[in-house]
């Protein structure tokens, strides 16, 4: 062969950088075009992608079970990654389920009657209303849905008062909103430190910041239903039986002193039985009801003993500055990437003498 590919030759043995150079240079008025193309059309749909915001909270939860006594293997274990702080624990939701409880419907369809507010005020309602009215799209996700909706009727969310959206049977609408509200949430658990990170993302900072807020304190409720909920209806059951107990005990007096008054100056000895039997009784409902008062103190204590507390590391505050999209960057990405293709494909079709390819 007399000839040879310019880009075999600058890669054959080692890079032949001197031929890189001199195809972009004799191929430098090739580049004019394809760039331009690039940068324009990338500029362009960039343009067309709203940016966004995002927040982020930070929650370090408090445990009341043994696992802080596991000396030093605890400290090794946390070395490699792995925390020994629920081994000893009865809850079945641990942190690091969090993300799991976060994505169910139970926990996302509350979400659409939050109450937000945007920054300049133009608007404030319910966040459904936000996504659904407020939101903006990309020109071709809105084609998308136009053309969806010529074959296919997309549906209306039901905006009737005091309607609320059922999480066992969502309409198709609903469940793409509670998809969307799903898609602006995310949440990460440290596995060292069971830090726990919740991360919204919205079009508005300062309803990115009430989302964040709202969903960190929706968190904390439903933690602390689901630690205090054994503990809340033994106590509810205590104090139930208690308020009974002390009923029988009032009534048990009552007799007891109506018996008294009747018979004061009564001397035989079956109105005395019948006293000594109304007074055992007094006794008896007494000594119920007392023990019965104590249980009901303990599990007091007990409750509020396994109310979770949680420890704020970073609370929400509204961005300054959008987190996205990255447009001067992916502009620049892009037009690096049309480079580098454009150059490929120049040294393949370049062609150079086989001496010139070789030292």
Not at 73 to 86: C, D, E, K, P, Y
Not at 312 to 341: C, D, E
Request: aromatic share 10%.
């Amino acid at each position: 062969m007399e000839t040879t590919n310019s880009l075999n030759a600058a890669l054959k043995d080692k890079i032949r950088l001197d031929l890189i150079f001199r195809t972009i240079s004799r191929c430098r008025k090739k580049y004019i075009l394809p760039l331009t193309l690039t940068a324009v059309i990338s500029s362009a749909i960039m343009l067309c992608i709203p940016r966004y915001y995002q927040v982020q909270v930070m929650l370090a939860p408090e445990y009341s079970n043994g696992g802080g006594n596991m000396g030093s293997l605890g400290s090794v274990a946390s070395m490699f990654g792995v925390n020994l702080g629920n081994m000893n624990s009865s809850d079945a939701i641990t942190p690091m389920f969090y993300p799991d409880l976060m994505n169910s419907t139970d926990f996302l369809v509350p979400l659409m009657d939050v109450q937000v507010e945007t920054a300049d005020g133009s608007f404030k309602g319910r966040y459904v209303d936000f996504l659904t009215k407020k939101q903006e799209v990309p020109f071709w996700l809105w084609a998308m849905a136009k053309v969806k909706s010529w074959f296919k009727d997309p549906g209306k969310l039901n905006d009737a008062k005091g309607y609320k959206p059922n999480p066992f049977r969502l309409s198709e609408a609903e469940d793409k909103v509670v998809q969307g509200i799903a898609s602006s949430i995310s949440c990460s658990v440290d596995k060292k430190t069971d830090v726990i990170s919740i991360t919204t993302t919205a079009q508005d900072p300062l309803v990115a910041a009430q989302l964040a807020d709202t969903v960190k304190q929706r968190l904390q409720d439903f933690i602390t239903v689901y630690r205090t909920k054994k503990a809340r209806n033994d106590m509810e059951h205590v104090t139930k039986l208690c308020t009974e107990a002390h009923q029988d005990y009032k009534k048990k007096c009552n007799e007891y002193a109506q018996f008294c008054d009747a018979h004061q100056n009564v001397t035989m000895q079956s109105y005395r039985t019948q006293q000594d039997q109304l007074e055992n009784e007094v006794q008896m409902a007494y000594t119920a009801y007392s023990s019965l008062a104590q249980q009901k103190i303990m599990a007091e204590s007990k409750l509020r003993e396994r109310i979770p507390a949680f420890t704020t590391l970073q609370n929400a505050s509204v961005p300054v500055k959008h987190a996205g999209p990255k447009r001067m960057f992916t502009v620049a990405a892009l037009l690096v990437l049309a480079f580098f293709v454009c150059t490929i494909v120049f040294m393949f079709r370049e062609k150079v003498p086989e001496g010139e390819g070789k030292q």
